[in-house]
């Protein structure tokens, strides 16, 4: 089994910065594809970036594209997020998921993931 817990969320006004970290334990990660998913009130799961084992591929949901970036430390079991130039569009829960046998078809996927961390909230104030 793998545990994920995310950190890093919090209140930041428009344009600001925030860092969410992904800490894995029980298992490594080090061959799991590891993503970003996000969840506003009433509505599902929305996948925002995925990072293959390696490191080699990576996907971004087209409204994050040029302000997000995902990357990972495999020594520390550890998956990042790096947000910038927040918008209040970007207010929500953000969970990271892993799973080990993922098509990178399928990445954007929420079903196709096995393990779920519990959530960070991230509000952007206008």
């Known amino acids: 089994q793998v545990q994920l817990v995310e950190s890093g969320g919090g209140l930041v006004q428009a344009g600001g910065s925030l860092r969410l970290s992904c800490a894995a334990s029980?298992?490594?990660?080090?061959?799991?594809?590891v993503a970003w998913f996000r969840r506003t009130p009433g509505n599902e799961r929305d996948f925002v970036a995925a990072?293959?084992?390696?490191?080699?591929?990576?996907n971004y949901t087209d409204p994050v594209k040029g302000r997000f970036t995902i990357s990972r430390d495999n020594a520390k079991n550890t998956v990042f997020l790096q947000m910038d130039s927040l918008n209040p569009d970007d207010t929500a829960i953000y969970y990271c998921?892993?799973?080990?046998?993922?098509?990178?078809?399928?990445?954007?996927?929420?079903?196709?993931?096995?393990?779920w961390g519990q959530g960070t909230q991230v509000t952007v104030s206008s």
């Open positions: 998921a892993a799973d080990f046998r993922m098509s990178w078809a399928l990445v954007g996927k929420d079903n196709e993931y096995d393990f």
């Open positions: 990072i293959s084992w390696n490191g080699g591929r990576i």
């Open positions: 029980g298992r490594t990660v080090t061959f799991a594809t």
